[in-house]
Antibody
């Protein structure tokens, strides 16, 4: 079955760039939409953005100025970069596969999730 | 403050039924599919309800979803202690051009 696995540094210094990768198995990143979601300690879910099968992206307006999501079809993985991080960016970061509604032109269900990776922003 | 509003907590006894509400607006729930996710303690969210009311493969029929106007509801019957989790609703918001989630509802099975 489809599996997603996040990886990256667990500790990032304030003002630096957070970089994470999501490795996808049993599905091609060229065939679906893929999202990053985060969850601060003890809080709810926040959608960060997605990358489409064709490489187009869409970001949460609240994070748009600091976020870049990219894909590498040769490695079948996609990545997240979040710049100028602060303590408020401390969270568990999840990647997920999204389903896309052609009629409405946007994503809806997130049907497969990675196990998540914890990122702490601290000096 | 979340765009979608959920009650912070609900509780019921084993074997009973519970419903969890998710309230939004015409720019999100009113115009898009609603999904529901279950997050057991210390684990990643799990896809629970698709397209307002469809159960993905492997999800028991004790779980159901519905939508009316700008609100959605998750129903769980025959409650089990293993259902204790946080439940989140999610949908697309056409004004924000973003996925939005509810703040989550903690279910306690007494």
């Amino acid at each position: 079955q489809v599996q997603l696995q996040e990886s990256g540094p667990g500790l990032v210094k304030p003002s630096e760039t957070l970089s994470l990768t999501c490795a996808v198995s049993a599905a091609s990143i060229s065939s679906y939409y893929w999202s990053w979601i985060r969850q601060p300690p003890g809080k709810g879910l926040e959608w960060i953005g997605y990358i489409s099968y064709s490489g187009s992206t869409n970001y949460n307006p609240s994070l748009k100025s600091r976020v870049t999501i990219s894909g590498d079809t040769s490695k079948n993985h996609f990545s997240l970069k979040l710049s100028s991080v602060t303590a408020a960016d401390t969270a568990v970061y999840y990647c997920a596969r999204c389903l896309y509604d052609i009629l409405s032109g946007h994503i809806y269900d997130m049907d497969v999730w990675g196990q998540g990776t914890t990122v702490i922003v601290s000096s | 403050q979340s765009v979608l509003t959920q009650p912070p907590s609900v509780s019921a006894a084993p074997g009973q039924k519970v419903t969890i509400s998710c309230s939004g607006s015409s720019s999100n729930i009113g115009n898009s599919y609603v999904s529901w996710y279950q997050q057991l303690p210390g684990t990643a969210p799990k896809f629970l309800i698709s397209e307002n009311n469809k159960r993905p493969s492997g999800i028991p029929d004790r779980f159901s979803g519905s939508k009316s106007g700008t609100s959605a509801t998750l129903g769980i019957t025959g409650l089990q202690t293993g259902d204790e989790a946080n439940y989140y609703c999610g949908t697309w918001d056409s004004t924000l051009s973003a996925v939005v989630f509810g703040g989550g509802t903690k279910l306690t099975v007494l």
